[in-house]
């Protein structure tokens, strides 16, 4: 008898757009929830049409919305709001990312829902958090990136900041929300009057989550963390270098024996052993040389032969890769981490695999991204008991 997912028995509705809300409904889904994912009914979330298209959707919305269901709610409507409050009373969770104060305009704030549902979880991610004298200011991922201080901290001393390549503020929020979900039904589920509650996620504040020893630091010393580049403040070897067939490779060699092995594996073993560079502070006191001397060795090989090398020394060392260097390695390949999906049409597609890893429960890719309202006749039917007649009804109205 095949096991249950982990999550399998949860029911999810997710009320989010674009990002953050749907990538923690994303998580979900892998791992056996029940996630109804809630649209407007003329375009339906955003993210169908963003980026790189097939035909006419966005092959992110593949990736972001597996395993969903999709059902068109008009949630600014009272009906529609109905339907939410009728829905939310069979739900565990509720997943949204709208400015704070949007679902009570709609009549879909906590206090209405757990009158509603006294167990449900309603889980919030929103730019500045449900309070605050920011909370009703607009607050995408790039902005929380800086408000966080992130930005500060990402690109060159001498120019403007620049930003990671992907909406890693939402990405982390989104993870946030997943934990503090899981939390809230833990929670739940040993009180004995199984209670829900209210999770409240910032963009800001996960972002800021990440900037390890930067406030302390700050509030002893008075130093600001500024832009270093390719290398990483008080860590020593940590850092880019340049390979005699012009590519560049990654090298942390800032562990104390893994410095050691390092400078010996490189021809330096006088360095290894030289009191000097003992330990990580030691090492940031020198770390222009340092770096010098390593740049001066991977510049007399090509790429391959550098990690060839360090890999043999046991020298964290990687080449800087492309999702093209990505879908060629064996490794990723090794762990499920490309897998391939057919879309309605027969055409295949190559998409991220499932993370994390659980040996017993794995998580799994069952569904693509769903069409807008799929599921509307299932849900509505199943759960709302709709007729011919209410369907027809909704839909001639704007409702679903």
Not at 97 to 120: A, C, D, H, M, Q
Not at 192 to 200: H, I, L, R
Request: net charge negative; charged share 25%; proline share 5%.
């Amino acid at each position: 008898m095949s096991k249950k997912k982990p999550l399998e028995g949860i029911r999810v509705l997710e009320l989010g757009n674009i990002v953050a809300a749907p990538f923690a409904g994303k998580l979900f889904s892998e791992f056996g929830a029940e996630v109804i994912k809630v649209e407007e009914p003329k375009n339906g979330d955003p993210l169908r049409n963003w980026r790189v298209m097939y035909k006419d959707t966005s092959v992110w919305w593949h990736v972001q919305s597996r395993n969903k269901k999709s059902i068109t709610v008009n949630l600014r409507e009272a009906e529609g709001q109905e339907i939410i409050k009728n829905l939310t009373k069979t739900a565990d969770v509720v997943l949204e990312n709208f400015k704070p104060g949007t679902l009570e305009r709609w009549g879909l704030g906590y206090e209405t829902l757990k009158k509603v549902n006294p167990s449900i979880v309603l889980t919030r991610i929103s730019g500045y958090g449900q309070t605050g004298p920011y909370r009703e200011k607009a607050g995408f991922g790039s902005v929380a990136e800086a408000v966080g201080g992130l930005r500060y901290l990402t690109g060159y001393p001498d120019l403007p900041p620049v930003r990671v390549g992907i909406a890693i503020g939402d990405m982390v929020a989104g993870l946030y929300a997943v934990i503090g979900t899981l939390m809230a039904l833990r929670v739940r589920d040993r009180d004995e009057e199984k209670k829900g509650q209210e999770v409240d996620v910032a963009l800001y504040e996960s972002v800021f989550s990440l900037l390890e020893g930067m406030l302390p630091e700050f509030d002893l010393t008075g130093e600001i963390r500024e832009r270093t580049g390719s290398t990483l403040p008080g860590v020593a070897p940590s850092n880019s270098y340049l390979c005699a067939n012009g590519s560049y490779v990654i090298i942390g060699g800032n562990g104390d024996r893994i410095f050691q092995r390092l400078m010996t594996a490189i021809g330096r073993k006088d360095m290894a052993e030289d009191p000097k560079y003992a330990t990580n502070q030691d090492r940031v006191n020198n770390v222009e040389y340092i770096d010098s001397v390593i740049q001066s060795w991977t510049k007399q090989y090509p790429i391959k032969e550098v990690q060839r090398i360090l890999d043999g020394a046991s020298v964290p060392v990687s080449p800087i890769y492309s999702i093209k260097d990505i879908i060629e390695d064996v490794h990723y390949q090794s762990r499920d981490m490309i897998q391939e999906i057919v879309l309605d049409d027969g055409q295949k597609i190559k998409t991220p695999g499932i993370v994390p890893k659980l040996s017993e429960t794995p998580g799994e890719i069952e569904a693509n991204g769903p069409m807008l309202g799929q599921h509307n006749e299932e849900i509505y039917k199943e759960f709302l008991n709709f007729s011919y007649e209410d369907f027809k009804r909704l839909k001639e109205g704007g409702i679903i």
